[in-house]
Nanobody, 122 residues
Framework: VQLQASGGGLVQAGGSLRLFCAAS????????MGWFRQAPGKEREFVAT???????YYADSVKGRFTISRDNDKSMVYLQLDSLKPEDTGVYYC?????????????????WGQGTQVTVSS
């Protein structure tokens, strides 16, 4: 499978962005999908995941501000980023997991996209 992320950009604090992830393959609905991010000099961190059935989980740092969703017919995953803060700056990666339980560790995801840059200015 290939994951193609897009939608990143430069935005002021308090602003919004919408990230997109297009997945190839015909079994998209069989997998959990998610987003990780990596800031300069830091490790990759979990942002959000959406299970096959649509249940969502978020990192505490983004809960209430970010929304993950999916469209199985289009093989797309979305991440709506609202009330952005400078600490949200980083490269955002779209990921796929075969697990049927919430996954928060990078090793639990078997496919990674190339990443899209989000920069939030203060």
């Amino acid at each position: 499978v290939q994951l193609q992320a897009s939608g990143g950009g430069l935005v002021q604090a308090g602003g919004s962005l919408r990230l997109f992830c297009a997945a190839s393959g015909r079994t998209f609905s069989s997998y959990a999908m998610g987003w990780f991010r990596q800031a300069p000099g830091k490790e990759r961190e979990f942002v959000a995941t959406i299970q096959r059935g649509g249940t969502t989980y978020y990192a505490d740092s983004v809960k209430g501000r970010f929304t993950i969703s999916r469209d199985n017919d289009k093989s797309m995953v979305y991440l709506q980023l609202d009330s952005l803060k400078p600490e949200d700056t980083g490269v955002y990666y779209c990921v796929r997991s075969r697990l049927n339980t919430p996954a928060y560790m990078p090793r639990q995801y078997d496919s990674w996209g190339q990443g899209t840059q989000v920069t939030v200015s203060s």
